[in-house]
């Protein structure tokens, strides 16, 4: 079956940098489109970053010019690095895997990995 499993969160003091991992099983991870979503406390899911197969990236504005995502497809991993954290990026970060089939598109969630920034 479809596995997502993140790592690499924790506690930073701000200005700091984190680097999250998703790594993924039961699925053809080079064809997917992978995400990173996050969840802070009181507030909606939002998507932070995605890349597609072919390796394009898209940021939300909050945090374009501080998070970079990429992907090893050889690994399965999908990563996201986190520089220059502020305290409004604590959240809950979730892997989001977009998987075509034929014409169905499945969206997949791992568990999610807390990230928290503070002094």
């Known amino acids: 079956q479809v596995q997502l499993v993140e790592s690499g969160g924790g506690l930073v003091q701000p200005g700091g940098s984190l680097r999250l991992s998703c790594v993924a099983s039961g699925f053809i991870f080079s064809t997917a489109v992978m995400n990173w979503y996050r969840q802070a406390p009181g507030k909606e899911r939002e998507l932070v970053a995605a890349?597609?197969?072919?390796?394009?990236?898209t940021y939300a504005d909050s945090v374009k010019g501080r998070f970079t995502i990429s992907r090893d497809n050889a690994k399965r991993t999908v990563y996201l690095q986190m520089n220059s954290l502020k305290p409004e990026d604590t959240a809950v970060y979730f892997c989001?895997?977009?998987?075509?089939?034929?014409?169905?598109?499945?969206?997949?969630w791992g568990q999610g990995t807390q990230v928290t920034v503070s002094s």
């Open positions: 890349i597609t197969s072919a390796t394009t990236t």
């Open positions: 989001n895997a977009l998987v075509r089939t034929y014409s169905l598109t499945t969206s997949y």
